[in-house]
């Protein structure tokens, strides 16, 4: 996600964005070109990552289910964090305005299940990871390594995807249409 939005923001300080502008396409493939580059880019990590683990003996009891969750939980997560850093450069246009980003994505992830389990926390950190759709994510990122694939583990990473990339693509554009009425 970082990678759309560091790209964008390059072109932007660089000048070749408003050269883009003067494409004759509509205004929303200038967002979404770049967010197509990322969701795709998270595969190759994902993939590498996947395969080494398999061939090193990790267990998926989830099967291809689990592996399908993993995916869409890798390209939700670029897409989310490549629409909020869009959001930022967008209103910033400067590739100094992503160091804000990166905050936001280690609170996201700091205050999540990512580096503890949710049994292992205690006072507000256990309640921010249990508000944290993050969370959501890591669980249906995880499910196919833990056990078998559930309706009831996918749907809240699904709509957390859904809700996070929708609000922050919606900010993120309306921020392009300041730059270009």
Same mark, same amino acid.
């Given at each position: 996600?970082?990678?759309?939005?560091?790209?964008?923001?390059?072109?932007?300080?660089?000048?070749?964005?408003?050269?883009?502008?003067?494409?004759?396409?509509? %205004?929303?493939?200038?967002?979404?070109?770049?967010?197509?580059?990322?969701?795709?880019?998270?595969?190759?990590?994902?993939?590498? #990552?996947?395969? /080494?683990?398999?061939?090193?003996?990790?267990?998926?009891?989830?099967?291809?289910?689990? #592996?399908?969750?993993?995916?869409?939980?890798? &390209? +939700?997560?670029?897409? =989310?964090?490549?629409? /909020?850093?869009? *959001?930022?450069?967008?209103? $910033?246009?400067?590739?100094?305005?992503?160091?804000?980003?990166?905050? $936001?994505?280690?609170? $996201?992830? $700091? =205050?999540?299940?990512?580096?503890?389990?949710?049994?292992?926390?205690?006072?507000?950190?256990? %309640? *921010? *990871?249990?508000?944290?759709?993050?969370?959501?994510?890591?669980?249906?990122? %995880?499910?196919?390594? /833990?056990?078998?694939?559930?309706?009831?583990?996918?749907?809240?990473?699904? &709509?957390?995807?859904?809700?996070?990339?929708?609000?922050? +693509?919606?900010?993120?554009?309306?921020? /392009?249409?300041?730059? #270009?009425?």
């Amino acid at each position: 996600g970082m990678g759309a939005a560091g790209g964008t923001a390059t072109d932007i300080e660089g000048g070749f964005f408003d050269r883009l502008l003067l494409a004759p396409c509509r %205004r929303p493939i200038l967002m979404l070109g770049p967010l197509g580059y990322s969701a795709l880019r998270s595969l190759i990590p994902t993939t590498l #990552v996947l395969l /080494l683990s398999i061939a090193l003996g990790a267990d998926m009891p989830g099967g291809v289910l689990g #592996v399908v969750c993993l995916y869409v939980a890798a &390209v +939700g997560v670029a897409l =989310l964090f490549g629409t /909020l850093g869009l *959001a930022f450069v967008y209103t $910033f246009r400067s590739l100094k305005s992503l160091s804000l980003v990166q905050i $936001f994505i280690f609170a $996201f992830m $700091f =205050l999540s299940i990512g580096q503890v389990p949710l049994a292992l926390q205690s006072g507000w950190l256990q %309640r *921010a *990871a249990r508000l944290n759709p993050m969370t959501n994510i890591m669980r249906l990122s %995880r499910q196919g390594f /833990l056990g078998d694939v559930t309706w009831h583990g996918t749907w809240p990473g699904l &709509v957390a995807i859904a809700a996070l990339a929708g609000g922050f +693509g919606a900010i993120a554009y309306r921020q /392009l249409r300041r730059i #270009v009425p």
